[in-house]
């Protein structure tokens, strides 16, 4: 018998363009659902980061309001509220003189020196304590403005301090030498772009 001859067919590569049709279709959903997903996770991610900022911002709020307005009582700082804002006197620094004269006063600094920030001319004043005798508590409490921007310089017996322009203080008068310094401001609530602003608007040294 004959021996037969096998023809080897060769291997076929690659795909139909019947079977790339039929991929694409499959994958289609499966792309567009995956989009979906993504897209609706980012959302969910900004609503999410969005109610984070709100409640931290109402927080920090919260805490403002409470550090400025917690000290204050009606006649001693509170000087008016309404349903949109608050103005009252706020204490920004306080310390002890080491000389006082009636052109200002020098302060030595840390410790006897504390403040949330420099005193400034035109928006500060200067609170001191003096005797009244027409006062039925005998003591009388005096704002004076300060009129220059605080200057470096020492102390009698070296320590370093700060000068403060505080013109017609009644030196004989005085109870002691404790000085503070406080500005007059408003905290209000602002409308603007449809959302509500906690604004802190300094008033300067106006009672």
């Known amino acids: 018998m004959p021996a037969l001859n096998h023809v080897r067919q060769p291997a076929r590569a690659g795909f139909t363009l019947a079977e790339i049709v039929v991929a694409v279709?499959?994958?289609?959903?499966?792309?567009?659902?995956?989009?979906?997903?993504?897209?609706?996770a980012a959302r969910q991610a900004r609503a999410a980061a969005?109610?984070?900022?709100?409640?931290?911002?109402?927080?920090?709020?919260?805490?403002?309001?409470?550090?400025e307005l917690a000290p204050l009582v009606p006649g001693d700082g509170?000087?008016?509220v309404s349903p949109?804002?608050?103005r009252y006197r706020s204490r920004r620094a306080a310390?002890?003189?080491?000389l006082v004269d009636?052109?200002?006063?020098?302060?030595?600094?840390?410790p006897r020196w504390a403040a949330s920030r420099q005193p400034v001319a035109g928006r500060d004043s200067a609170v001191i304590y003096i005797q009244d005798i027409s006062s039925p508590s005998g003591v009388r409490v005096l704002r004076l403005g300060l009129v220059a921007p605080p200057v470096a310089t020492v102390c009698p017996g070296g320590p370093a301090a700060i000068r403060l322009a505080v013109p017609g203080i009644p030196v004989s008068s005085l109870l002691h030498d404790l000085l503070q310094m406080e500005e007059v401001v408003e905290?209000?609530?602002?409308s603007s772009a449809g959302q509500l602003w906690l604004g802190l608007l300094s008033l300067g040294v106006a009672a």
């Open 187 to 190: 905290l209000a609530v602002y």
């Open 95 to 98: 310390g002890r003189w080491c």
């Open 78 to 80: 509170l000087l008016s």
């Open 102 to 110: 009636t052109s200002g006063v020098v302060l030595p600094l840390a």
């Open 50 to 67: 969005a109610i984070v900022a709100a409640e931290l911002a109402q927080e920090v709020a919260a805490a403002v309001i409470e550090a």
């Open 84 to 86: 949109t804002a608050v």
């Open 25 to 40: 279709a499959l994958m289609v959903p499966v792309v567009v659902a995956a989009t979906t997903l993504a897209v609706s």
